[in-house]
């Protein structure tokens, strides 16, 4: 059973900074793209950052480029987002994502996605 564990997030002021860590467990194949995404009260889900296998091409939603970073560490099937400079409007339930497919390397920031994360709330405060 596929299982994506996350931690980190929590509260922070503007201007602050915080590293979300994902791991995907029980699978013995790496996993080809894995994302974060987000989802604010009142708002859709938007794909925030993704990273896919081939390169390590990563992507970004435009307000996090220049803020966000993600990497992965391929042997242990995880995937990491380091927010920098962090604004009230990245606010939101962040969720790990992770696909085994080669198809969701042409829309990382939508999908397809296989796994889903329970989520972890980042709070940030002006």
């Known amino acids: 059973q596929v299982q994506l564990l996350e931690s980190g997030g929590g509260s922070v002021q503007a201007g602050g900074s915080l590293r979300l860590s994902c791991v995907a467990t029980?699978?013995?194949?790496?996993?080809?793209?894995m994302g974060w995404f987000r989802q604010a009260p009142g708002k859709e889900r938007e794909g925030v950052a993704a990273?896919?296998?081939?390169?390590?091409?990563?992507y970004y939603v435009d307000p996090v480029k220049g803020r966000f970073t993600i990497s992965r560490d391929i042997a242990k099937n995880a995937v990491n987002l380091q927010m920098n400079s962090l604004n009230p409007e990245d606010t939101a339930m962040y969720y790990c994502?992770?696909?085994?497919?080669?198809?969701?390397?042409?829309?990382?920031?939508?999908?397809?996605?296989?796994?889903w994360g329970q989520g972890t709330q980042v709070t940030v405060s002006s």
């Open positions: 994502a992770a696909s085994w497919e080669v198809v969701t390397a042409r829309t990382p920031l939508v999908g397809p996605y296989n796994y």
């Open positions: 029980g699978s013995t194949y790496t996993t080809y793209c």
């Open positions: 990273i896919c296998t081939g390169g390590g091409s990563t």
